[in-house]
């Protein structure tokens, strides 16, 4: 079966890790378009729970590319990068966007898919190293 997403632990500190991995974005040329405090929203509105934050990174020439195919594929952009603990450990998660290619199969996005999902492999590699 094939997966949707690809998570790593890191020994980074939460905090650490998502200032690690808007870092690494900004360096491989995506824009941090904001992270999202998932888990300050929750606790809000009475439902704490362990530390969670998305981050949304962009990279215009890729979604501009995407966007010209199809631009029903807007559903799934931003690329997400999750951090988050569970179970005493840091994790860093995110969508694959080769698994997009796939919702949207008359596109013809898989090759800028694969471009942008080694793209992101990376920032997610390094942010966890």
């Given at each position: 079966?094939?997966?949707?997403?690809?998570?790593?632990?890191?020994?980074?500190?939460f905090?650490e890790?998502?200032?690690a991995?808007?870092?690494?974005?900004?360096?491989?040329g995506?824009?941090?378009?904001?992270?999202?405090?998932?888990?300050?929203?929750?606790?809000?509105k009475?439902?704490p729970?362990?530390?969670?934050?998305i981050v949304e990174?962009?990279?215009a020439?890729?979604?501009?590319e995407?966007?010209?195919?199809?631009?029903k594929?807007?559903?799934m952009?931003?690329?997400?990068?999750?951090?988050?603990?569970q179970?005493?450990?840091?994790?860093?998660?995110?969508l694959?966007?080769?698994?997009?290619?796939?919702?949207?199969?008359?596109a013809?996005?898989d090759?800028i898919?694969?471009e942008?999902?080694?793209?992101?492999?990376?920032?997610?590699?390094?942010?966890?190293?």
């Amino acid at each position: 079966m094939k997966t949707f997403e690809y998570t790593i632990e890191t020994k980074k500190y939460f905090d650490e890790a998502v200032a690690a991995v808007e870092e690494t974005s900004a360096r491989k040329g995506f824009r941090v378009l904001h992270t999202h405090d998932v888990a300050a929203t929750l606790r809000e509105k009475g439902f704490p729970r362990e530390p969670l934050k998305i981050v949304e990174i962009c990279n215009a020439r890729y979604a501009s590319e995407v966007l010209n195919k199809d631009v029903k594929v807007s559903v799934m952009l931003p690329c997400p990068i999750s951090v988050y603990r569970q179970g005493g450990k840091t994790k860093i998660t995110t969508l694959l966007p080769t698994s997009i290619a796939e919702f949207f199969p008359d596109a013809g996005i898989d090759v800028i898919a694969s471009e942008v999902e080694k793209a992101v492999l990376e920032i997610v590699t390094s942010a966890a190293a």
